[in-house]
Structure formats: structure tokens, C-alpha cells
């Protein structure tokens, strides 16, 4: 089992930055691949990026590119989440989310293990 523990969300002004943190734990050397997913208020949980453990590719959703930046660091078994130029629609809770079998999926049925989700509040 893999356990997922986010940190850093808040509320910020428009414009501004915020970094999230996802902490893995218990067996981290299994996952494959972990990611971001943000669910905004009445709406279905949404991709956000995701890279893969051991390096390669990140993939980020079109309404982020040149915004977020996702990062890792194998030695504390964490992923960072850069967000800069915060816009209001940004406005939701974001789940840490990781992956034991290959590939880098967008969809939120392949990631079986979640964090609890932190809020992040952009006002305008």
C-alpha cells in the first residue's frame, strides 16, 4: 500500500503562486507514476499532470501548461506542484494521486491510490 499525504494549499489572490507538496509512504518504491487531480465544486474530478518515478515525460492539461510545474524529489519520495499565475478557475481541491502499473493515464479511474485532498482557493 501506498499512502498519500498533500500539503500547502491556501488561499491566494489572482496572479499569485502556490506549491503543493504529496508525501509518499509505505511502499513508494512500487509507484510507477504520480500526478495531480483537482475536483472544482459540482464538477467531476479532473487531471491536472502527472510524470513517471524514475523520469520521462510529464504531462500537463492544456488549461495549465506554462503555469504548473510538476517536480520530484526521489530522495524525500515527494512530488511539488508550482502553481503560478493563479487564475480564480483554478478554485477547487487537489488530490494527489499515484500509480503501481505502467503508463500515464489521465483518466481517475487508473490511479489507485489518493491523497485526502487540499484546498486551494483563488479569489479575484
Known amino acids: 500500500q501506498v499512502q498519500l499525504v498533500e500539503s500547502g494549499g491556501g488561499l491566494v489572490q489572482a496572479g499569485g503562486s502556490l506549491r503543493l507538496s504529496c508525501a509518499a509512504s509505505?511502499?513508494?518504491?512500487?509507484?510507477?507514476?504520480m500526478g495531480w487531480f483537482l475536483q472544482a465544486p459540482g464538477k467531476e474530478r479532473e487531471f491536472v499532470t502527472a510524470l513517471r518515478w524514475n523520469g520521462g515525460d510529464t504531462y500537463y492539461a492544456d488549461s495549465v501548461k506554462g503555469r504548473f510545474t510538476l517536480s520530484r524529489d526521489n530522495a524525500k519520495n515527494t512530488v511539488y506542484l508550482q502553481m503560478n499565475s493563479l487564475k480564480p478557475e483554478d478554485t477547487a481541491v487537489y488530490y494527489c494521486a499515484a500509480r503501481s502499473s505502467p503508463g500515464l493515464p489521465i483518466s481517475v479511474r487508473e490511479y489507485g491510490y489518493w491523497g485526502q485532498g487540499t484546498q486551494v482557493t483563488v479569489s479575484s
Open positions: 509505505g511502499r513508494p518504491f512500487s509507484t510507477y507514476a
